[in-house]
């Protein structure tokens, strides 16, 4: 049953007699609900796991049969009663308070953002049970009079379910080219049971190669084989979205401009992951070791500084200063460019190494850039990067990289690295294509007058 959680509304009440109308107006409509009864009852306890994240909707009653007397009371323990369902790591949702005293939206309003275990709804409607009862049709006309006022919202959550469909038809297409000329249902659930494996084995063996042992890598490689299948039915779902998205978009484009900071943590996003570095593996990105750990056939660090320095040797006085102004805030790096391929098909016998550094956006400047006046096209870089895991401050990097720094570890050696972060596959990909054209030195023959 692991692989079927999830939920996107959740409903607190201790009432099942109002709360089922509700739910089962919700469920003909297509959108479950995780029904939670709260009250002073034996066995109507909060559950003792909260929900996986993505709660896009909590409908909470404020009285939950306590009798608690005082606003504050009633709402600091409908906080208690959210924390044990919603996690801290949930993302946006909406909130509707059944209640008629707009001063327990205020009071809930400031007490939720001051509870730092519990996310901040991006929508509190409080709605009178009295008024509204189970009339599912007003109280959607009121959510959606507020969600109105946040269409960023909105258009994720169009996302979202887009998401969820395009993976959905991706498995079914899968399971239906799963042929069978069955007579009975036995029948066909044996041929599916065979046919599927056949399938799953033959798209991993075409991502990562017939070398294909382990189940791990093996798994690994499907996925990433759906993930151009899933884009394109996402690319089809997401094509024509509805009116009231469009008229959200509209909002979007007049919005200002984002922030250094934002943009750096959305590129981290895309191309660097600080999760699975446990083993060896393509675009793991290392902290150079020291010297003393006794490898030295790799680079020191003012080895790799004098690489990148901007500045001419000639220029002696300035050379000097750029030199130990990166020296004070760059981190040598060590980047593994073999193919994720081999690695999964357990075929690395040492890890390929280009080494390189990792400086602070505002001292980007002192160093060559690629394709500077030819000056750097031995230099790839990955800019705008916010990183903080493992450093000692965090802030906006850029990632340099020289073709001429090639290294390599024995896997053994490599494995007792710790890598400090992991290239996506798009990031290395780019990075490995760049250092094949380099090191093949991929141009025409063709003179040209002096510039």
Known sequence: MERLTGCRVVLVDDKPEEAQPIIRSLGLKGVPVAYFKISSEKGDEPPKRPCPPGVRLAILDIELGLNLTGDKQRVGYLLQVLKQIIRQDNGPYM???WTKFTEDKKIFEADIFREPTLPNPVVTVILDKSKYGNDLAAISARLEEELSKVPSFRILQFWEESTFNAASEVTNRLTEIVDSKARDLSEWVKDWRAGLPQI?????????GEGLTEPGPTLTAFYASLNPVHGDRL???TSNPAKDLNDGAAEV??????TDEKRAKINLMLHVSTEQLERPWAGNSYLLPDEKDGRPHLPNKNELIEEFVQAKKSEKEKWNQDKESVSKVCVPLLVDINPTCDYAQGKVRVLRLLAGVL?????RKLLKQP???KIGEFLWKLENLYLSKGLATAGIYDIYLSARLLYSLSLEEGRKLKPL??????AT?????????HAARVGLFLLRPPA
């Open 95 to 97: 909130v509707v308070l």
């Open 421 to 426: 972060v992991r290239l996506r596959t798009q």
């Open 371 to 373: 394709n500077e006046k």
């Open 429 to 437: 990909v780019a990075l490995q294509a760049w250092f094949s054209a």
């Open 200 to 208: 799953i084995k033959e798209m991993a063996l075409e991502e990562y």
């Open 359 to 363: 400086v602070p956006k505002e001292n």
């Open 235 to 237: 690319e089809a779902l």
């Open 253 to 258: 484009l007049a919005a200002g401009e984002s």
